[in-house]
Every structure is written in C-alpha cells, then in structure tokens.
C-alpha cells in the first residue's frame, strides 16, 4: 500500500517592485547634494530609470562633472566641496545624461569631529561596541563600552575618564590606547581593527587631538536614515552600490554610506559587502537591512526569474478581489505564472480545513461534488464561517495567542478565560474591541476571564514585551537592556512602554499561581513608577509611538494605551491581525514569522499587505470578512501543483503551498475517518495524566497542559511565551515513526466499533469510494481502486478485518491525507 512520509515546510523573505516597460533614462543619485562642511563628501551613483522604477547602475562609459570646480569637483565617483556655493553635477553615459544640484555651505567655518556622530560611528563600524567585543555586559579586558552605542554619554565617560583616562593621550593622540590596540601596535585580543592611513583612524586622532569635546545636548542628532536606491529592479550577477543618507534635526544631511552596517535579509537573492556594494545571486526578491547610529532602513532590490511568461498569461487569470489583483501584479513583474485553479474536491477539503480545523463528513463532500450550480463555492464559504466548528478552532488558535495553559492558571481561571474567548468568537466581537478589553480588564479572574491576562503576566516589562508581541507583532524585548539593534525601539521608548503598566495591580499577587483557586482581582492603582535602571528615575509613560501620559495623571493609563493600540492610526496592530489571518489560510504570512514584523523584516508583498491592513479597516476589524476575501479569491482557489516556472516560488503565491495539519486538527482528522473519537486527561504538576476532560474534539480542548503524546509529537504549543515559535509544523523522524506504527492510528483502528467495523458489512467498492471520499474529499483514482479491490476480493473472511484496517491505515498516513494541499 502507499506509506508516504512527511515533507518539510518552508520560508522565505523577499520584497515587492514595480514593473517598467519604458525605454530606460539616467538619474544621478542624491538628486539634491549637500555639504556642509569641509570634510564632507558625497558618493554619488547613477541609475537607468523607467517608469519611475530604479533599474540596474550604470558603471561603464559613465563621466561625471561638475559645472563650477570652485564650488565642487568629482574624483572617483565623490563629489568634493571646494567653496561656498552651487553647481550641478552631470553625468553623462551612452548618449544620455542626468543631473543633480550641489549646494556647498560653512566651507570657511572651523569644523571639529563629533564624539556624538563621528567616534561612535567609527566605533561601532569597527565593531568595538559590538555584543562580543567591549559592548558585551562585563566589556573585555577592564573597558566596556554600552552596546551599539545606545548611551553616548557612558560611551565619553568610559573612553574618557575611566582607569585614569589612560585610554587617552591629549598630547599624543598617536600614543592613545583606543588607537594603538585596534591598530595592532600593542597586543589586542580584537585584532586589527584601524588602518593608521584610514579615514576611521583620522576622526579619532583628530577628535582627541582638539581636546576631546564630549557630547552636547546642542549637539546635531540624527532623526531619519535615507538608503539610495530604495526599490531597484536588477538581474543575476549585477551589483549595485546603496548610498547612505544621516538626516540630522538642524536640517544637514550627511552621507554615512561609509559607517553604517549592512546585513542582507536574503542571501539567496542578494548578497552586500561592508560598504554597501550589493550583489545579484539569484531570482526573485532580496532586501538590505541598514544600520547607523541606532537607526534602521530598509533597500529593496528584485530580480525577476529568467522565465518567458507571456503577458496573456495574467490576463486571463480571474481577479476576484484586491488580493488577485496585487499578487497577480507581483507575479508578473517577477515573471512567476501562476498556477491552475484546484478542483472542487481539494477547494472543499481546503477550505473546511483551515476556516473549521475538521473535515467535511461523507454526506457534505457527497453534496457539493454534485452540485452544478457556479456559486457554490461562494455559498460554501459563508456557510463554513458561520458553522460551530469555527467557533472551536478560532478558540483554539487565540488561546495559543493567550496562552491558555492549565499549567499557568487554576481551573476555575482557566475555564473563565476560555469561556470568554469563546464567547468573543462566536459573537463575532470586531478584533480592536477583542484587545481593547484584553488590555483593559480589571475584575475577579473568575468573573471576568480578560482579567487572567494580567494573572499571567505581573510584570509591566512583562505586559508590555507581551502587548507589543501578542497584537503588534513587535519583539521589543532586546530593548530592555539597549536600543534595539534591528528596530527603532529604543531603551527610553521601551521603559516608557512598560511604565504604562506600572500601576496595574491584584489582590492575590505573588506566590505559585498552581496553589489555591487561582482568583485574583485586578485593578489599576493610582501612583506608582517603573524605574528605568540606566537612569535610575521613571520613564515617562508613553505607547512606543503614542502621545505621553503625565506622572500627575491618576486615570488608568491603559486605558490611553489600549485606545492608541487599536487605534487604526496604529499600523502595527493592523498590520499584525491581518498577517496572522493570512497566515493561517497560505501557510506562509506575508510577513514571515506572523509575530515578527521588524522593519528589517520585510513583507514579501508590501502593497498587499498595506492593501490588507487597510481592509480590516475598513471593515471595523471583523475579521470574518477578510477571511471572506481571502476564501473567495482566486490566489487561495489555485492548485498546490506547480507548473514550470513557479517551482521555486515560496512566497509570492502563485499556488497554493501544502503545509502539515496542526496537531489539532490532524488527530481530530484521525478520529473522524476512522470513527474512534480521542480521549483525553490533564496533566498534573508532576508530569503524570490527571482529570478525564469532556472535550470530544482535541479542537475544543481548552488547555494545551494535556496529557497527548500525539499532539506533543506534532507540535502543540506548551502556550508558554508568547510567541508562534511554539507551535512546530517542522517534521520529525518521530512524526514519521509514529504515524506508520504508533498506538494512536493503530488503536483507533483497531477499536470495536468504529468505521473499520462498519467497512466489514459492505461492499468492497462502496467501503473504498466511501473512505477516499472522507479522508481525501475524492474518490480512488482506477489504479488505486483496481489494486485494493484485487486484494480485498482475494481476501479469506476471516482476514478482511484485519486487511481493512490496512487500507484505512494506507490512506490515514499518506502524505495526501496529513497535509492540506
């Protein structure tokens, strides 16, 4: 018979571009120059340009120039200031031309490095107050530096006063110890970070040598980050050069393409050097995550797939709402064809399993494969999303959300909390209301179940990592100790976060949540501050991109932060429900992991997702109606088989990607077809099975602290942190192992009265048509039922029992069956 195993899942980062058709122009990059200063320079490049889409970087036969040499000259592709003035700079490349502006001002004023802007880039370039080298938490070797410079203050007292000042030499700069270690001069365990002849080398030189100025409060910061090109559309083994723009808040801008750190997000893609010189490696869509002074941006760059795809290929494809229409636009500027539309069975088994969590019964499957009328699809969709298996499996994938876990909570508790979940789902409460109240709650435990969010979690760093993780999709943790090194939040921001919660207490605090009745009663106090530890006083609290409460205000101050979470105004929010919803349906969020929505985490389609967010919305966040859109679409409705040319797509959706039933879901598959409903029991404090539980389905089940070697083995969530990372849909050898010969098919199998028992009364042909149709929502293909029919017609009766129960086993462990497709 057919013992198929398990395949691997798979994930993939890329960004979106637009599409071109135009005959290509030049552009010269930064099409505004400004220098400011007489060290400052500008690296300019020049880009073919159609459509107002970036193309590749033009390199060959290129000459640049500039209208005044006594404002400004170009060497080497660096525009230089000279005086006081303006020019236009020109460039000129296989009979076409650009220009940009070059405005150079303070030429004649004195200029002196600053520590603030200058020696902290040159620092964290080199990786000085790097995790590994002197950013670590102790330093190394006696100095330490804060990490990635998120504390510039610290940073000058360390360098400066610490040890004696020995690091410095005012006198001698040369002799300093911050410059002969790094240059290898005297021993050091970094190695050679400096090049004596280096730029990096000169601004801590010259830094010390004009008395090393500390840090001003006056001092220029800087307030945006600027990456050229943005979006640019290349091709295999191109390389483009990024040009880093510091926007500072007196208005000068400064190009730090030379310090700033780049990582790539796709290396399959595109791969970037230490000064930002991307290269091309392969098809589809890459992004450059660029790091200066403490903030972020993102370039994007597109290779479409050396594919011939004619454009009739996406005319003709159905546009049944927004989503086709995006993806189809993403599709073809990647030349990806999409796949064929699925077949009424697979849509039927899809569909029920990932709005419902169970599959259709023989009756259901038997209808709708009959039915000839166009909309029935569309009826089918509507009837799923208001069935009451619906209500079970959204309950059971916001209590992984909530972390619903009879490890954490007492009965009593535990009940309250699932019971108002479940209510919320099935009156379809809006998702921002669902939060609002989550966030809000206050009460008795066990009169009101929103309260146990606060039972779980005491802490205001611990509320406020769980808020922004839970319903922004925001990892805002590493910012607890520094700046976040891949996202903007910064270590103020994050205490201002936490401090919201500050005054959040409950009768009952403390002790093991695991002795007593589990009640407690939350309430908001009216004083109370959370320190900040590297400034030893309170942050003023403040939502991470809301407007700030004050000290003196005694209101419940979640309440400010709950109205500015779900406020649409709020793109995180949004932006995250929509990803876990989409997610849930392709397998692949449009962001991928759905919790991790970084910006140096980009979507695979940012208009699509944009376009998404925007329709939650719209639709007051019933999230019903883009589960709609997102049933009724034509990019769901697509074949799991690729056809040539979308073989290697992972993320952009022109099909359908086949992905393992949760564990959930899979027993309670195994239960269905093969008539044994599961039992289960808890699990006590020591590990051992406890209570029998009612729950009929593993879907209705309202703790994950179970006693179930399966859905253990196929990745149920312990629902202890908060984060999707729990649930597992990797496969294993244990997966594998025990689907062929563990207890669980083989005891539901061999039970007494089950399908199997009812398969020996009938006939041979109506028992097989009858289990593909409830398995796989198909009937046998004529080699599948010409062989089992050929073994079961030579079966003795007093084996048919036991030869039925391997071809329901055959068909319960195929690959078709554990994965919907």
């Known amino acids: 018979m057919w013992r198929n195993s398990l395949v691997a899942?798979?994930?993939?980062?890329?960004?979106?571009?637009?599409?071109?058709?135009?005959?290509?122009?030049?552009?010269?990059?930064?099409?505004?120059?400004?220098?400011?200063?007489?060290?400052?320079?500008?690296?300019?490049?020049?880009?073919?340009?159609?459509?107002?889409?970036?193309?590749?970087?033009?390199r060959s036969e290129l000459k640049l120039t500039s209208s005044d040499e006594k404002v400004v000259r170009v060497v080497d592709g660096v525009a230089i200031p000279v005086g006081n003035g303006k020019a236009t700079i020109t460039a000129e490349a296989n009979g076409k031309t650009a220009t940009a502006d070059a405005i150079v001002s303070q030429i004649d004023k004195p200029f002196q490095w600053s520590f603030r802007n200058h020696v902290e880039s040159v620092l964290s370039k080199q990786g000085c107050n790097g995790g590994a080298c002197h950013g670590a938490r102790a330093g190394q070797k006696g100095f330490r530096l804060t990490l990635f410079g998120f504390d510039v203050d610290a940073d000058y007292t360390y360098l400066t006063r610490q040890a004696v000042g020995r690091r410095i030499v005012p006198s001698d700069p040369g002799r300093s110890l911050i410059l002969t270690k790094p240059t290898g001069l005297l021993p050091h365990k970094g190695g050679v970070k400096l090049d004596p002849a280096s730029l990096e080398y000169r601004v801590i030189a010259e830094w010390i040598a004009a008395g090393t100025p500390g840090p001003r409060d006056d001092d220029p910061q800087i307030s945006k980050l600027e990456v050229l090109p943005k979006n640019s559309q290349q091709t295999v083994g191109t390389e483009q050069q990024l040009v880093v723009l510091a926007h500072f808040n007196d208005g000068h801008v400064e190009d730090v393409t030379r310090w700033s750190k780049y990582v790539s997000t796709n290396s399959s893609v595109a791969s970037v050097g230490e000064h930002g010189k991307v290269k091309i490696t392969g098809s589809g869509e890459g992004a450059v995550s660029v790091w200066y002074l403490n903030l972020t941006e993102m370039a994007y760059v597109s290779s479409p797939y050396p594919n011939q795809v004619a454009p009739a290929t996406y005319a003709r494809e159905d546009r049944n709402n927004f989503?086709?229409?995006?993806?189809?636009?993403?599709?073809?500027?990647?030349?990806?064809?999409?796949?064929?539309?699925?077949?009424?069975?697979?849509?039927?088994?899809?569909?029920?399993?990932?709005?419902?969590?169970?599959?259709?019964?023989?009756?259901?499957?038997?209808?709708?494969?009959?039915?000839?009328?166009?909309?029935?699809?569309?009826?089918?969709?509507?009837?799923?999303?208001?069935?009451?298996?619906?209500?079970?499996?959204?309950?059971?994938?916001?209590?992984?959300?909530?972390?619903?876990?009879?490890?954490?909570?007492?009965?009593?508790?535990?009940?309250?909390?699932?019971?108002?979940?479940?209510?919320?789902?099935?009156?379809?409460?809006?998702?921002?209301?669902?939060?609002?109240?989550?966030?809000?709650?206050?009460?008795?435990?066990?009169?009101?179940?929103?309260?146990?969010?606060?039972?779980?979690?005491?802490?205001?760093?611990?509320?406020?990592?769980?808020?922004?993780?839970?319903?922004?999709?925001?990892?805002?943790?590493?910012?607890?100790?520094?700046?976040?090194?891949?996202?903007?939040?910064?270590?103020?921001?994050?205490?201002?976060?936490?401090?919201?919660?500050?005054?959040?207490?409950?009768?009952?605090?403390?002790?093991?949540?695991?002795?007593?009745?589990?009640?407690?009663?939350?309430?908001?106090?009216?004083?109370?501050?959370?320190?900040?530890?590297s400034r030893g006083q309170p942050q003023q609290p403040r939502p991470l991109d809301g407007a700030a409460v004050a000290f003196n205000d005694s209101a419940d101050r979640r309440i400010k932060l709950a109205e500015w979470l779900v406020s649409p105004q709020n793109p995180y929010f949004t932006r995250a429900i929509a990803n876990r919803v989409w997610a849930n349906f392709f397998g692949v969020g449009l962001v991928e992991r759905v919790d991790d929505l970084r910006a140096s985490n980009p979507a695979s389609n940012e208009v699509l997702l944009s376009a998404t967010a925007e329709y939650v919305k719209e639709n007051q966040y019933d999230l019903k109606q883009l589960m709609r859109a997102i049933l009724q679409?034509?990019?769901?409705?697509?074949?799991?088989?690729?056809?040539?040319?979308?073989?290697?797509?992972?993320?952009?959706?022109?099909?359908?990607?086949?992905?393992?039933?949760?564990?959930?879901?899979?027993?309670?598959?195994?239960?269905?077809?093969?008539?044994?409903?599961?039992?289960?029991?808890?699990?006590?404090?020591?590990?051992?099975?406890?209570?029998?539980?009612?729950?009929?389905?593993?879907?209705?089940?309202?703790?994950?602290?179970?006693?179930?070697?399966?859905?253990?083995?196929?990745?149920?969530?312990?629902?202890?942190?908060?984060?999707?990372?729990?649930?597992?849909?990797?496969?294993?050898?244990?997966?594998?192992?025990?689907?062929?010969?563990?207890?669980?098919?083989?005891?539901?199998?061999?039970?007494?009265?089950?399908?199997?028992?009812?398969?020996?009364?009938?006939?041979?042909?109506?028992?097989?048509?009858?289990?593909?149709l409830t398995a796989l929502c198909r009937l046998p293909t004529p080699a599948e039922k010409e062989r089992t029919l050929k073994e079961l017609a030579e079966t003795p009766a007093d084996e048919r029992r036991a030869v039925l129960e391997d071809v329901y086993w055959s068909v319960l462990t195929c690959r078709e069956f554990v994965f919907n497709h």
């Open 323 to 533: 989503i086709d229409e995006l993806v189809l636009e993403k599709l073809q500027s990647l030349r990806i064809p999409p796949s064929a539309r699925c077949d009424d069975a697979t849509f039927l088994r899809r569909a029920y399993l990932d709005t419902i969590g169970t599959l259709p019964t023989l009756v259901e499957t038997q209808a709708f494969l009959s039915d000839a009328s166009s909309d029935k699809r569309e009826k089918l969709i509507d009837h799923l999303l208001g069935r009451p298996e619906f209500v079970d499996y959204w309950t059971n994938k916001w209590g992984d959300l909530l972390l619903l876990s009879g490890e954490r909570l007492r009965p009593k508790a535990l009940e309250t909390y699932h019971n108002w979940i479940r209510k919320n789902v099935a009156e379809n409460k809006p998702w921002d209301k669902f939060v609002y109240e989550i966030v809000t709650a206050t009460g008795s435990t066990h009169e009101n179940g929103a309260a146990n969010f606060y039972a779980l979690h005491q802490d205001p760093e611990v509320m406020a990592e769980t808020v922004s993780q839970a319903f922004m999709g925001l990892s805002i943790n590493c910012a607890k100790c520094h700046n976040h090194p891949l996202e903007k939040w910064t270590n103020d921001q994050y205490y201002g976060m936490a401090n919201m919660f500050s005054r959040v207490r409950a009768k009952g605090w403390g002790g093991d949540f695991r002795n007593g009745d589990g009640m407690r009663v939350v309430y908001s106090d009216t004083q109370g501050e959370l320190l900040q530890p």
């Open 633 to 772: 679409s034509s990019t769901y409705q697509r074949s799991s088989q690729p056809v040539t040319g979308n073989e290697a797509d992972e993320r952009f959706y022109s099909r359908y990607y086949p992905k393992r039933l949760k564990a959930e879901v899979l027993l309670d598959a195994l239960s269905q077809v093969s008539g044994t409903p599961s039992q289960f029991r808890t699990m006590k404090p020591d590990g051992k099975p406890g209570d029998a539980v009612s729950a009929k389905r593993a879907l209705q089940l309202p703790d994950s602290f179970i006693d179930s070697y399966f859905l253990k083995t196929f990745g149920r969530p312990d629902r202890l942190i908060t984060c999707d990372c729990e649930r597992s849909d990797e496969p294993s050898m244990t997966q594998v192992f025990h689907m062929l010969n563990g207890e669980t098919i083989n005891n539901k199998l061999k039970a007494k009265e089950n399908a199997v028992a009812q398969a020996v009364e009938q006939d041979n042909a109506q028992v097989l048509d009858q289990l593909f």
């Open 9 to 58: 899942s798979w994930a993939l980062i890329a960004l979106p571009i637009l599409s071109f058709g135009a005959e290509p122009n030049l552009v010269l990059l930064p099409k505004t120059i400004s220098l400011s200063s007489p060290e400052a320079r500008q690296t300019l490049i020049v880009q073919q340009q159609a459509d107002d889409q970036i193309l590749q970087q033009v």
